[in-house]
């Protein structure tokens, strides 16, 4: 009678499933991140030379209708910085674990660099300017440089890395030339793509955009398994039954996808995906379960309060984003070297 009254209770006691000390870490990481998402997105739309207060934001939401600076201008821009800023977060994740180092950037691989080149040869070149072909240009470019790194280095990351900096210093000659070529009103623009702005955010390019970076990030969260086992090695990752590359070709391409998009809406943002990847690493590990959800969320909350910098802190002028991300990315990319040992 005992007996048959404990079972439930051990049943009920062995069915809990096992959550590690890391796993509750990550999880009260993400739930920080995204409260600070949330307050970081208001201070993001209330500040500028026009002020709201929350309660007058939360008041103008409700009405939609009304043409002002928050629903004309600040939304947008907004929107920009969070999806912005959570696509290059993944891609760099991604890209660290595809290549196993920590130090891989799709901007020191010569992704950005690629898809700075499309952008800026249309610019140039481009008779007519539409949004849909610098987009186009600007995937094609960052997809080819991504796919060239991928077959110079045949595949092995060390290689790939190595591949990665020659391509990127190519683009860079690419967009000196371009540059040398460019009118007096094509370097206003060239300068946008070199420097990097949420400033060109409208409604039009956010309701372009966001199906594409959201399908890519969703379809990049389905290879967390394979990136987790490729993380300990391509041969170990075989044996597990990972077809290693068939999931390089899939993320490579996700994050020409993700990469692209970006550099077409708002130029060349550097550092975002070395940063913060490296640093979700540091303080959850290195499963990408929760390393890419937290990365995105810790992507979109440091593009939002580099921009608010970028256009608050020398009013009424407004500094370029990427000038911001790289003064603080800089320093922190030399220290990351060091750490590892290179200096």
């Not at 995204?34 to 993001?44: L, M, N, R």
């Not at 196993?100 to 610019?123: F, H, K, Y």
């Not at 070395?274 to 379960?289: F, N, Q």
Request: proline residues 5%; aromatic residues 6%.
């Amino acid at each position: 009678m005992n007996n048959n009254m404990a079972m439930p209770a051990v049943g009920t006691i062995t069915s809990q499933p096992h959550v590690s000390p890391r796993q509750r870490k990550a999880r009260r990481l993400m739930v920080v991140l995204a409260c600070a998402s949330i307050a970081t997105w208001f201070v993001a739309v209330g500040c500028g030379a026009v002020r709201y207060s929350p309660i007058e934001i939360v008041s103008l939401l409700a009405r939609p209708d009304q043409t002002t600076v928050l629903w004309a201008i600040r939304l947008p821009r907004v929107i920009y910085g969070v999806l912005i800023g959570a696509a290059l977060a993944l891609a760099g994740a991604a890209l660290q674990a595809l290549l196993r180092n920590p130090l891989a950037d799709p901007g020191v691989l010569g992704t950005s660099g690629g898809a700075a080149v499309g952008a800026c040869a249309v610019i140039v070149l481009g008779h007519v300017m539409r949004p849909s072909s610098l987009s186009v240009a600007a995937f094609g470019g960052g997809l080819v440089a991504t796919l060239a790194m991928y077959r110079i280095g045949r595949g092995t990351a060390a290689m790939m890395l190595l591949a990665g900096i020659a391509i990127n210093t190519l683009c860079l000659a690419v967009i000196g030339m371009l540059t040398f070529l460019a009118t007096d009103a094509q370097l206003r623009s060239l300068t946008f793509w070199s420097l990097g702005s949420l400033g060109g955010a409208t409604w039009a390019g956010t309701w372009t955009m966001t199906p594409l970076l959201l399908s890519a990030s969703a379809l990049l969260a389905t290879q967390t398994r394979a990136l987790n086992v490729i993380a300990l090695g391509e041969a170990e990752a075989g044996y597990l039954g990972i077809d290693v590359r068939r999931v390089k070709i899939i993320v490579i391409l996700l994050i020409a996808v993700l990469v692209g998009v970006s550099v077409a809406a708002a130029g060349i943002i550097a550092f975002i995906g070395l940063i913060v990847p490296h640093c979700v690493r540091l303080w959850i590990g290195p499963d990408h379960r929760f390393l890419l959800p937290a990365s995105a969320l810790l992507g979109a909350v440091l593009l939002l309060a580099a921009d608010t910098l970028a256009r608050t802190v020398v009013v009424p002028a407004e500094l370029p984003v990427g000038v911001v991300t790289s003064l603080a990315g800089a320093p922190f990319f030399l220290w990351l070297i060091r750490r590892r040992g290179a200096l």
